[in-house]
């Protein structure tokens, strides 16, 4: 079945320390988003691709990056988390098409210690 | 500045006890509202895209509705396997494929 694979599911990191998330797709969606989620508030999106191209949220910490090497795969990366961003970080595609068609991974929940 | 606002944030429902999730939302020029289920710890799940007004989207015990200022989520009937968050977004025209999310419903269905 077509995709989004976020890996892992639960990663915990020490304050401070860089982390990297994953997120991979087989539906070969040209549109990949991050989106931070805390406990019991609405996903916030924090950037996304179209193809090569970054888009950030005005609102989105430096500490944050991303990197997109292909079309299947796209990384965040926290470079000194804190202990506010420990959160649920959820992945998603889309493609272009005059429907929208959001498919979300499972997201990681991260937790900084 | 488009918005989206779900209430109840919580409801508690007896099984077989139907009722109705809200979602207001302001958007100039409605792409598409879409609704979405979210289990603890995973990643959202697709329910429902509504795209004009008097739009009405049926699957199993859920049935979402469209005005020009809300979308109702009707749960007819529900089952404990029904408690999960439930989450409602818009999308607008001119703001390509990006989503604002309201808070979402926590439903909580007891046996």
């Known amino acids: 079945d077509a995709m989004v694979i976020q890996n892992p599911r639960y990663q915990v990191t020490q304050f401070g320390k860089p982390v990297t998330l994953s997120c991979s797709q087989t539906?070969?969606?040209?549109?990949m988003y991050w989106y931070q989620q805390k406990s019991s508030q609405a996903p916030k999106l924090l950037f996304h691709y179209y193809d090569k191209d970054f888009n950030n949220e005005a609102d989105t910490p430096d500490n944050f990056q991303s990197r997109r090497p292909n079309t299947s795969f796209c990384f965040l990366d926290i470079r000194s988390p804190g202990l506010g961003d420990a959160a649920m970080y959820l992945c998603a595609t889309s493609s272009t098409g005059p429907t929208i068609g959001y498919t979300f991974g499972s997201g990681t929940r991260l937790t900084v210690v | 500045e488009d918005q989206v606002t779900q209430s109840p944030e919580a409801l508690r429902l007896q099984e077989g006890e139907s009722s109705s999730l809200n979602c207001s939302y302001t958007v100039s020029g409605l792409r598409g509202l879409f609704w979405y289920r979210q289990d603890p710890g995973k990643g959202p799940e697709f329910l429902f895209t509504?795209?004009?007004?008097?739009e009405e989207k049926e699957k199993e015990r859920l049935k979402a509705t469209l005005t020009k200022k809300e979308s109702f989520l009707h749960i007819t009937a529900p089952k404990p396997e029904d408690s999960a968050t439930y989450l409602c977004?818009?999308?607008?025209w001119g703001a390509g494929n990006m989503l604002t999310f309201g808070g979402g419903t926590r439903l909580m269905v007891k046996p």
């Open positions: 977004a818009v999308a607008r």
């Open positions: 509504l795209y004009s007004a008097g």
């Open positions: 539906l070969n969606h040209n549109v």
